[in-house]
């Protein structure tokens, strides 16, 4: 821990600090991973532990969906380790990872719902595919996450007809549908207007606190991140520069994680980097 100490809200620290003495859910170990000549991830280490809404902030580009990837073992590390739980993903069998995939729920940057199925036959496919429940059960446990994400009502709807903000609904509803461990959110308030965001924020925290879930929350948008966030962590060309409580990176020094909160072209961001953005040639 680099940050500042502040103690601005000691409930939220004191139960920040119980949750850290359990055994990580998700985990990255020293996780290097290059695409081609280019490194995206040069030594990241990051662990979410039980309850937490840990979000990671950081420029376009810097890898943060990336991240999310690597523990859904959709990708692998060049170099270093990911777990979930006790589990290494990078090191599973497809049959492995795609039973460990159904304890971990994904709410896609852009929803990625279905576009010919309705509401309901998206957030049943899940159960239709990975478990042996019964019609009755599945159409059950679809009413019951849409009345959580207040859609009641709109499942015989199509993709097209629904708002921004109601596909990241449906979105959070599918990742619900298995009852997952973990929750991996892709800007969940990304393109809408700061009023819904708010709203989907408050719907994230009501339904990760309700359920006791835990989330890795990545967003580059300051007022969501702040929102909803437990602990934070910001990732800059391949590495965590700086963790903490919100309050701590509120408080924190580091000149890129204040640029970055300042929304400032001065300072260290813009710097030229061997990482991301430039081609070999450069
Ligand atoms: N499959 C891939 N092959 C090659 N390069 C990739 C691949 N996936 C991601 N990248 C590169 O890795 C870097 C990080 O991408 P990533 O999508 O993780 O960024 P991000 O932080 O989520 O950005 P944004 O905020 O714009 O969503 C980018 O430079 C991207 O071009
Ligand atoms: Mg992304």
Redesign the pocket.
């Known amino acids: 821990m680099t940050t500042t100490q502040t103690q601005q809200n000691p409930v939220r620290e004191t139960r920040s600090e119980k949750q850290r003495a359990l055994p990580p859910i998700a985990e990255l170990r020293d996780v290097r991973l290059r695409?081609?000549e280019?490194t995206?991830l040069d030594g990241v280490s990051l662990a979410a532990y039980p309850q937490e809404r840990l979000v990671i902030i950081?420029?376009?580009?810097?890898?943060?969906?990336?991240?999310l990837?690597l523990l859904l073992g959709i990708?692998a590390p060049t170099q270093g380790s990911v777990f979930f739980k006790q589990h290494e993903i990078s090191k599973m069998s497809p049959r492995e990872l795609q039973q460990i995939r159904t304890r971990i729920g994904m709410v896609y940057?852009d929803a990625a719902l279905l576009s010919s199925s309705s509401v309901r036959e998206n957030l049943a496919l899940p159960l239709q595919e990975l478990t042996d429940k019964s019609p009755a059960e599945i159409d059950k446990i679809v009413d019951e996450k849409l009345a959580l994400v207040e859609l009641t009502g709109e499942d015989d709807t199509m993709p097209f007809e629904l708002s921004g903000g109601m596909r990241k609904r449906v979105g959070l509803a599918r990742a619900l549908v298995m009852e997952p461990e973990l929750i991996l959110f892709?800007?969940p308030t990304q393109g809408l207007d700061p009023v819904i965001s708010a709203v989907i924020d408050e719907l994230v925290i009501n339904l990760t606190e309700r359920t006791k879930v835990t989330s890795i929350i990545?967003t580059?948008l300051m007022d969501s991140a702040f929102r909803v966030a437990t602990r934070m962590a910001m990732?800059h060309r391949g590495r965590i520069v700086e963790q903490g409580t919100p309050e701590q990176m509120r408080g924190s020094k580091n000149p890129v994680l204040v640029q970055f909160l300042n929304g400032s072209t001065e300072g260290p961001m813009l710097e030229r980097s061997k990482y991301?953005?430039l081609s070999p040639a450069d």
């Open positions: 695409f081609g280019k995206v950081g420029q376009s580009g810097m890898g943060k969906t990336t991240i990837r990708l940057q892709d800007e990545v580059h990732l991301h953005m």
